[in-house]
């Protein structure tokens, strides 16, 4: 039986009528262009993040593009993040005119190093950008006291409803940033059906920006104070989001149980090592990410037999082609580039059954003869 990485219409299947009776309330309304149905998912999110701010925007990506603008990263000023994520991170700090400086990780978690970010400032730091890998939050409360006064912007793409215990409390991914970026990219544990992003925030004025921005930069219609985007969250995917978000928690809880279930299966192979959470975290597992020998001939093996899987990242940020122009070099990022090499992401998504899983435990475990 194939198990592919991911199957959204396992999904669907299981929502459908309420998805397009969310769908079709906006069709009826024809308000297509922010509105009520935006509105509604952007308190949802906040009261989820436990912020007082959120701001629906067209993408992941422009969530934290906006969100650079919002807190005036550009040219000439450098933002600090980690080299082991998707390329959006680095690529809107690169398109606000600003230029990414990356740290090395954490082997464990994948996340940024407090540490290492703090080592990194310079007069001209603008911003730290941790990203919350796989679905567990970085030691964002280090990051921030490793850089005190810089303002962080939380790439929160993999991790919405993830949560954190800080000093003792449980805190969201999202809620303790300047500004916390989410993306609805449909692979993600709340995503739409197409693209879509939001970004929430404490802050009233950068609230108040953000919503500018993401319109062109007007506060007034016809009236522009500054150059900004076209950079709103469609309202029909506002529709499918909220029609989804109330499944958002019993979803995430379903990955956590499968985790489970994989950590026990593969905990006697010395070739597999897997995920490793941080106590500190309540991971929402966007992935379910190994590390392994022989990561491309076990990828094969696991095509060979109908199992998805998928390297999350296969080239660190710091050595892509077009970030040449910063001079890092092999090495640069030690961890970053041994976990590049060594990952891979096997099949998470909740409506798994038990037997798929097994599929799956089976296939890995034969090709390292157990
Ligand atoms: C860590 C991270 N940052 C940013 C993004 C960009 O989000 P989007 O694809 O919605 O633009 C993604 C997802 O694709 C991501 O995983």
Redesign the pocket.
Known sequence: MPVPLLDLRAQHATIRDEVVASMMDVVDSQLFILGAAVEKLEQHVAELSHTKFAVGCA????A?LLALRAIDAGPGSEVVTSPF??F??AGTIHNVGAKPVFVDIDPRTFNILPDAAGAARTSRTKAVVP?D?FGQMAAIEDVMKALPGVPLIE?A??TIGARRSIDGVWRMAGEVAAIGTF???PSKNLGGYG?G?MMVTQDEALATRLKRLRMHGGAKQYFHDEVGYNSRLDALQAAVLSAKLPHLAQWSAKRRSNAKFYDAAFADLSDVTTPYVDPANESIYNQYTLRVDRRDDLQNHLKSRGIGSAIYYPLPLHLQPCFAYLGYKQGSCPEAERAAREVLSIPIYPELTEGQMTEVVDAVRSFYGR
């Open positions: 993408s992941g990506t422009d934290l994520t998707f959006a991170t990203v890998l790439d793409a993999q993306s609805f990219f693209d992003g």
